[in-house]
């Protein structure tokens, strides 16, 4: 049977019959590169068998977009190549991935929106509730450290100088006036002493004499 009747009548259907299969572009991507051995294909496509790629190799060749060349040798050499319809096939190939990853992205975006929405407000918010209280803790905790340096600064600065020490070496001149008032003072007080005692003894020697006298006088 003519290979034409047994493809489609339609020509975006007949593309898809052509290069359709799951190993068919595999093999194309490879032959763009350039010919190539039924041993390198299996090694550049390892998750296929033998027998179906040789069989899809055989209905690329009927559908005239590879080209089979057997080498006169011992053992036989079979080689494989993209013939110039194949190689036609080449921006529709590369359009065909890019368009794949697309498909690719875009369904992983709804599947992600669609993952999302479905996710239970009561969820949402508990995650919310969660962070607000994550973010207040860290707050205080922020603060009450700030409040603790404060104050282990302020001890530390009251230990090393203490308030009449930072008085006195602010206000030196202070210090030296206040020192020289009491000086006077003391000497002043210790004159004062010493004037009161000889007439104290001058009163206490004179007494006993008025009074004799006193008494002469009344006799």
């Known amino acids: 049977m003519p290979i034409m009747k047994e493809l489609p009548l339609v020509p975006a259907e007949r593309a898809l019959k052509v290069i359709g299969g799951r190993w068919k572009v ?3 991507y490879f032959l763009f590169e350039g010919p190539k051995r039924l041993s390198e294909l299996r090694r550049l496509i390892p998750d296929v068998s033998q027998k179906v790629l040789v069989q899809a190799l055989r209905e690329m060749e ?22 110039k319809l194949g190689l036609s096939l080449r921006p529709i190939v590369s359009a065909l ?6 498909h690719a992205d875009e369904l992983n975006a709804i599947d992600e929106r669609a993952r999302v929405s479905a996710t239970p407000p009561s969820r949402c918010t508990e995650v919310t509730n969660s962070r607000r209280t994550e973010v207040a803790n860290s707050r205080r905790t922020e603060v009450t450290n ?6 282990a600064n302020s001890r530390r600065t009251e ?7 930072r008085t006195e070496v602010a206000n030196p001149q202070a210090r030296r006036a206040s020192v020289s008032t009491r000086t006077s003072l003391e ?3 210790t004159g004062t002493r010493r004037t009161e005692t000889p007439s104290r003894r001058t009163s ?8 004799i006298a006193a008494i002469r006088g009344g006799s």
Do not use: M
């Open 97 to 102: 991935c890019t368009w794949g990853r697309q």
């Open 146 to 151: 700030s409040r603790r340096t404060e104050v």
């Open 159 to 165: 230990v090393a100088n203490p308030p009449t020490q």
């Open 26 to 28: 595999f093999v194309l």
């Open 204 to 211: 206490a020697r004179t007494k006993p004499g008025s009074d």
């Open 62 to 83: 009927e559908h005239g977009i590879v080209d089979r060349e057997i080498f006169a040798e011992v053992p036989p050499r079979v080689v494989y190549t993209a013939t």
């Open 187 to 189: 000497r002043s007080s």
